[in-house]
């Protein structure tokens, strides 16, 4: 999640580390590639914004049923 919004949120060189991301392939670790693209996994941020991604999901699942 913290991928993509940098890529739709961001601008040229965003889209670029996006494509160097995917153009890495299994080249180095994941996380080293993830790193390289501008998200960094071993902080929390990435991983607090995926929990806040779901759970506003989840509440408007909830406003539905």
Do not use: H, K, W
């Not at 965003?14 to 299994?26: D, I, K, S």
């Not at 902080?43 to 929990?51: G, R, S, Y």
């Amino acid at each position: 999640i913290a991928l993509s919004r940098r890529v739709l949120q961001g601008g040229e060189s965003e889209l670029t580390a996006y494509l160097n991301f995917l153009q890495g392939g299994c080249s180095l670790d994941p996380l080293d590639l993830l790193r390289a693209a501008g998200v960094d996994m071993e902080q929390p941020e990435p991983v607090d914004t995926a929990l806040a991604y779901f759970e506003q999901r989840v509440a408007e699942l909830d406003s539905l049923l």
